[in-house]
């Protein structure tokens, strides 16, 4: 994921890469045992959240979100600052999640 991220920050014109850390995983579901009916246990569901700081322009943010909404990975929303530096200059820092049944969140 950390790739994929990165990548569309070099493909996007006027959007220059500042960090992108990964934040520690947070569970939101224990893992449950089967039911006394039988019921399949349920797994664990870990929440899995990447700070990304860009510096860009409006517009070259604008474009980058985009980018980021058309991916197949289902990323939620859980904060954007911007900030403007020097007009037009920005630095932005968006927190993007994910959610899986496994700690480890692979390729970050």
């Given at each position: 994921m950390r790739a994929v991220l990165e990548a569309l920050v070099a493909e996007q014109e006027g959007?220059?890469?500042v960090r992108l850390e990964?934040?520690?995983?947070e569970q939101l579901v224990a893992p449950q045992s089967p039911g006394e009916d039988g019921e399949a246990?349920?797994?664990p569901i870990y929440r899995h959240t990447v700070r990304l700081v860009?510096?860009?322009s409006y517009r070259a943010v604008t474009a980058y979100l985009q980018s980021v909404e058309s991916l197949d990975w289902q990323?939620?929303?859980q904060s954007m600052t911007y900030q403007v530096e020097t007009y037009p200059q920005a630095r932005v820092t968006l927190e993007l999640s994910t959610l899986s049944g496994y700690e480890a969140w692979i390729g970050v």
């Open positions: 959007v220059t890469l990964q934040l520690p995983p246990p349920l797994p860009v510096r860009a990323f939620n929303w």
